[in-house]
């Protein structure tokens, strides 16, 4: 093949990526509504939303520059960490949280390492002298900011590479989903309605309050206080079975 046509092949080849740029970015516009429509209950009311979408869209961009069709992934689940990942980011650099929420998270952990699990609102909130309101927004606005690491920071769990038993990984697979099971079974059933909508049916907390009559953000609330039980619910079955 002559040097002049591998250069029109390339050229060939590269306006067909960028075409298939374009077109992933325009039909998945709406994907980045719905991520952030499954992020924004948890969000103060001072936050700027379209600034967030306006980093949700950068974020699709990249994906769909980055998207290789040939390696049989989806492109929603290729883009969405990356759309999600560009949303927290802008969100880290524009929302610093405010010394009183990180005074809060501090006494909401030094609370947590003394109180029986699984751990609740309720009980962080007599421990602490904190409503459950100020719980509850503290641990959602710190799950915003340290969407993987806000559960272990609270239940002060080791890091895996810690030379400390890491007692999660001696659960199969099969053991973690039965335990699981059970743990969600025993929610109360506006926590477990509100987490079986979020996870399964995948609806945004907008939907999931019109389905339950409740505010977006008291589905937040839901969520992440299920989430927390979830998680010390696990723990406490794991340090049981430990002694």
């Known amino acids: 093949m002559s040097a002049g046509i591998q250069s029109a092949v390339r050229a060939y080849n590269q306006v067909c990526k960028l075409d298939l740029r374009d077109q992933l970015i325009l039909e ?10 499954r992020m924004l209950g948890g969000l103060p009311e001072h936050v700027d939303s379209e600034n967030l979408e306006s980093a949700g869209v950068l974020g699709l961009v990249e994906a769909a520059g980055q998207f290789d069709p040939t390696r049989g992934v989806a492109f929603t689940t290729f883009a969405y960490r990356r759309i999600r990942g560009a949303i927290l980011d802008e969100l880290r650099r524009n929302c610093p949280l405010p010394q009183r929420l990180l005074q809060h998270w501090a006494m909401i952990r030094a609370a947590s390492i003394k109180l029986p ?5 309720e009980s962080i909130a007599q421990a602490t002298g904190l409503s459950i309101d100020e719980v509850g927004a503290c641990i959602d606005a710190i799950k915003m900011t340290r969407p993987e690491s806000w559960s272990d920071e609270l239940c002060q769990i080791p890091h895996p590479t810690d030379e400390s038993s890491n007692a999660e990984a001696t659960l199969s697979k099969q053991e973690e989903t039965s335990l699981l099971a ?14 079986s909508l979020y996870y ?3 609806l945004r907390m907008k939907e999931i309050g019109e389905v339950l009559e409740l505010s ?3 589905v937040s609330r839901l969520l992440t206080e299920a989430e927390l039980r979830l998680k010390t619910s696990m723990l406490r079955v794991l340090r049981d079975g430990e002694q």
């Open 117 to 121: 699990l699984p751990l609740t609102f």
């Open 200 to 202: 399964y049916e995948g």
């Open 28 to 37: 998945n516009l709406s994907f980045v509504k719905h991520i952030l429509g």
């Open 182 to 195: 059970t743990a969600i079974q025993e929610l109360p059933d506006d926590m477990r309605n509100a987490i």
């Open 216 to 218: 977006e953000s008291r």
